[in-house]
């Protein structure tokens, strides 16, 4: 599965638009982009994933390069209680297992 | 629908002592997973299996063991605690679907402390 790479943290305005960033260069064609986030200490949950079309659910959106090398995930309309930590995976195939980078602490504020 | 559930939700040993981490799902899920999340840091793969019968070490096996005789059930086994092992132990599942990926869903976690 493809390395992924995020900045360590971001702030965003509550009622702004927050955009994370994830780099994915060496991803390969049948791997797919998964977001995850945990807040505070609780166990991560899925936000959206996508291959190589932009997606959107009730949660987020997320952007992927035509070349696929980079994503983002984008929370339209971020509020306090999305103040979490965001991680982006590369997987590929039903045999993969989610290896958990760093990720982007998103600090959301009033 | 209780998902995947982790008993207990905290738990202090003592250096040396053993303990059963509990993790159950009721989504018939093929795949579960063991995490620790060390404090700071991102979660690691410590055990998985991909069904009944079947498993696997991760990133991080060492000190624990795992057995998966239901598809259920998945419980983690410490013998002889150690300080080091001291860290929140996530439990996840999803289900297989032939060749697509599908999301992970994660229990509450257990918050062990080894003094």
């Known amino acids: 599965d493809a390395k992924t790479t995020q900045p360590p943290s971001m702030d965003c305005a509550e009622g702004r638009a927050a955009n994370l960033p994830c780099n994915h260069s060496?991803?390969?064609?049948?791997?797919?982009v998964y977001w995850y986030r945990q807040i505070h200490s609780q166990g991560p949950q899925y936000i959206i994933h996508g291959l190589k079309n932009n997606e959107t659910n009730e949660m987020a959106s997320l952007i992927i390069t035509e070349d696929r090398k980079s994503s983002t995930l984008i929370l339209p309309h971020a509020t306090l209680r999305d103040t979490a930590v965001y991680y982006c995976?590369?997987?590929?195939?039903?045999?993969?297992?989610?290896?958990f980078g760093k990720g982007t602490k998103l600090s959301v504020k009033p | 629908n209780a998902g995947v559930t982790q008993t207990p939700k905290f738990r202090i040993l003592k250096i040396g002592q053993s303990m059963t981490l509990q993790c159950t799902q009721d989504?018939?899920?093929?795949?579960m997973y063991w995490y620790r999340q060390d404090p700071g840091m991102g979660l690691k793969l410590i055990y998985y299996s991909v069904g009944a019968g079947i498993t696997d070490k991760g990133e991080v096996p060492n000190g624990y063991n795992v057995s998966r005789s239901t598809t259920e059930d998945f419980p983690l086994r410490l013998e002889l605690a150690a300080p080091s092992q001291t860290s929140v132990y996530f439990c996840?599942?999803?289900?297989?679907?032939?060749?697509?990926?599908?999301?992970?869903?994660f229990g509450q976690g257990t918050r062990l402390t080894v003094v």
């Open positions: 060496t991803i390969s064609g049948n791997e797919y």
């Open positions: 989504m018939n899920h093929n795949y």
């Open positions: 996840a599942s999803r289900a297989g679907q032939g060749r697509r990926y599908t999301e992970a869903f």
């Open positions: 995976i590369a997987i590929g195939g039903s045999q993969g297992n989610l290896i």
